[in-house]
């Protein structure tokens, strides 16, 4: 087992219930009263939840080199995705930081970055699937390894979005958090090393119910030989929705508008 | 395939040859089948259009054009002539054998009648748009494809030139009258265009125009 930390033993009939609160450990800033839940994320791994408007999702970087894909469906109308060229020409970026917003297809809002120590994180949907990871890091299947198997990205993602009965051809493009990629004059990708480090944080405000789907695999470009994802620790806390004087309203006019569109679903 | 510069190449093709050829006039959505081998000629006639084009495989709707895994594979993200179009799945779907522009955009997306809300104005919403001509020839031809495969697609003729600093902007246009673009379908393919009606951006120089479409069987 390579995440001893994760192989707990079975809870005592007395205590059954095993909601560990891992966020004292990454996020110890967070207000105890409005934790929700945490959880620490094995390199690799992946999950999802619904996740409601007015909540925020703590994301830290545990080791050096972590990279978290996550996708947004809307929870009330899953035709409704997070769309990155809508977000991407919308901000005029390709990175997001604190003050972007990630756009849906509908021209909502889906969640904003309200805190970020990082600086940068790639928006560009690079996604690491089977036939890249058989070639880069080779076979490493189950009946050899056990839990120590390797799951690429999109496989981890396809199973996430398949709980809610969407399909291959509904993944979209995902932010992968804690990356850098930057494309040079030419139009060539260049994946910077050594970008996150332990420790380095991001908060994603949730504009809107959205379905959250993410995978811990590595980036794609990510040049290490060895498959070797760090692992994340999540925290989702009680943050209320965008204020007014919000600093993502005001970062760009489009994004007040987009804000404004996610408001029009919250009439009453 | 790594480079992304710029590469010229023009065609020996010969229009009076073609099974097919088609003008989309301004702001027009089209659909088109298009047989494995058979070559496509898409021409900006005026210069500076943006022509937003999706392309499925027409054996299995559910695969399709993936900016993601084509920009994985090439290492960059601006097509030209040697770009290999990718599927979700991993399999070339087109190659781009021959082109007198040198640089198509693959992140800018198509305009919506929304995200025009979220660019310009709310006032803006009832404009027209790219993805409202999807829709438009998707809801006719009735043939399994719906919005949720309205995935990132290919701008021909548009720039949209990324900075290492990260940023990304809308340049003036790399076309004139008459560049073109040509691509080889290496699998049955639905083409989905729309030529696009977005007149808040210079992508189609404020004058959207037509677009012809030409296509060869295989010599």
Redesign the interface.
């Known amino acids: 087992m390579e995440h001893p930390e994760l192989a707990l033993d079975n809870p005592p009939a007395s205590a059954p219930v095993d909601a560990i609160e891992h966020w004292r450990r990454f996020a110890p800033d967070l207000p105890a009263d409005k934790v929700l839940f945490s959880e620490l994320v094995p390199g690799g791994g992946h999950w999802s939840y619904r996740l409601p408007r007015g909540t925020t999702l703590r994301m830290t970087a545990l080791d050096a080199g972590a990279n978290l894909s996550l996708v947004l469906y809307s929870a009330q109308e899953k035709l409704e995705r997070y769309n990155m060229p809508d977000s991407l020409k919308a901000q005029h970026t390709a990175h997001y930081t604190r003050g972007h917003v990630l756009m849906s297809d509908m021209g909502r809002s889906m969640a904003s970055i309200t805190a970020d120590t990082v600086g940068w994180h790639d928006p560009l949907g690079l996604l690491l699937d089977n036939r890249l990871m058989h070639e880069k890091y080779g076979d490493h299947i189950y009946q050899q390894y056990r839990n120590a198997m390797y799951r690429s990205g999109r496989d981890g993602l396809l199973i996430e979005i398949g709980k809610y009965g969407l399909a291959k051809r509904d993944l979209v493009a995902p932010v992968n958090f804690f990356s850098k990629v930057v494309v040079d004059g030419e139009g060539r990708f260049r994946y910077v090393t050594n970008h996150a480090k332990a420790g380095d944080s991001v908060d994603l405000r949730i504009d809107m119910d959205v379905i959250v789907a993410y995978s811990a695999a590595p980036h794609p470009l990510d040049p290490n030989p060895a498959y070797a994802p760090g692992k994340i620790g999540l925290a989702v806390w009680r943050s209320g929705p965008a204020p007014k004087d919000d600093y993502c309203r005001a970062f760009r006019p489009e994004n007040a508008r987009a804000l404004h569109n996610t408001d029009m679903l919250y009439l009453v | 395939m790594?480079?992304?510069?710029i590469r010229i190449q023009e065609s020996a093709l010969d229009p009076a040859a073609a099974v097919l050829d088609h003008t989309v006039p301004a702001g027009e959505p089209y659909l088109l089948a298009i047989d494995k081998g058979q070559t496509l000629r898409i021409v900006d006639l005026e210069g500076n259009q943006a022509v937003d084009v999706i392309f499925y495989n027409r054996d299995d709707?559910?695969?399709?054009y993936s900016?993601?895994?084509t920009?994985?594979r090439q290492?960059?993200?601006?097509l030209t002539t040697g770009s290999v179009l990718y599927s979700?799945?991993?399999n070339p779907m087109l190659t781009i054998v021959a082109d007198t522009c040198g640089r198509h955009d693959t992140?800018?997306?198509?305009c919506?009648?929304?995200?025009?809300?979220?660019?310009y104005?709310?006032q803006k919403k009832f404009m027209h748009s790219c993805?409202d001509n999807y829709l438009t020839a998707l809801q006719h031809a009735d043939i399994g494809l719906g919005?949720?495969?309205?995935?990132?697609n290919i701008n021909f003729f548009m720039n949209?030139p990324?900075?290492?600093s990260?940023?990304?902007?809308?340049a003036d246009g790399v076309s004139a009258p008459g560049k073109y673009v040509e691509l080889r379908a290496e699998m049955n393919l639905w083409m989905l265009v729309s030529n696009c009606p977005q007149l808040n951006n210079p992508c189609n120089a404020y004058n959207p125009t037509p677009a012809r479409f030409l296509l060869w069987n295989p010599q």
């Open positions: 790594t480079a992304t510069a709707g559910a695969e399709h900016a993601t895994e920009l994985l290492g960059g993200i601006y979700d799945d991993g992140l800018g997306g198509a919506a009648a929304e995200s025009n809300t979220v660019r104005a709310l993805r919005k949720r495969d309205l995935v990132p949209v990324v900075t290492e990260g940023d990304l902007s809308f």
